[in-house]
C-alpha cells in the first residue's frame, strides 16, 4: 500500500505508523465529563467500507495524516495533514 503524503509525495505505508481512527482530533473539552473521555479512550466504531485515519509519517517528514481509507479493499480516497483539519480546512 503506497501513502501519498502532501509534503513527501507517494511512500511505501511502512514508513507510516498507523495510529487509529482519526476522531482522535476531537478530543472532549476539559470540562466534558469522564463518560465524555471513558467514550474517547475506550469506544471505537469499527465500520466496513470509507473510515478516516489517523497516520504518523514515523520515517518521513513526521507529519500526522488523515487518510480517507476503505478498509476493505485497502483503497486510499484522499490524504490530508491533520493540523489541516483539525482547523477545519483542506
Known amino acids: 500500500m503506497r501513502i501519498n503524503c502532501p509534503l513527501c509525495g507517494s511512500r511505501d505505508s511502512r514508513e507510516f505508523h498507523y495510529r ?3 476522531k482522535l482530533l476531537h478530543r472532549p473539552d476539559g470540562d466534558a465529563g469522564d463518560a465524555a473521555f471513558h467514550d474517547y479512550v475506550y469506544l471505537r466504531e469499527n465500520p466496513a467500507g470509507v473510515n478516516d485515519d489517523l ?4 520515517n518521513g517528514c513526521r507529519s500526522w495524516l488523515v487518510v480517507a481509507r476503505n478498509v476493505t479493499t485497502h483503497e486510499i480516497l484522499s490524504v490530508k495533514l491533520a493540523a489541516d483539519v483539525k482547523r477545519g480546512g483542506a
Not at 497516520?55 to 514515523?58: A, D, L, S, T, V
Open 55 to 58: 497516520w504518523f509519517h514515523e
Open 20 to 22: 487509529g481512527s482519526a
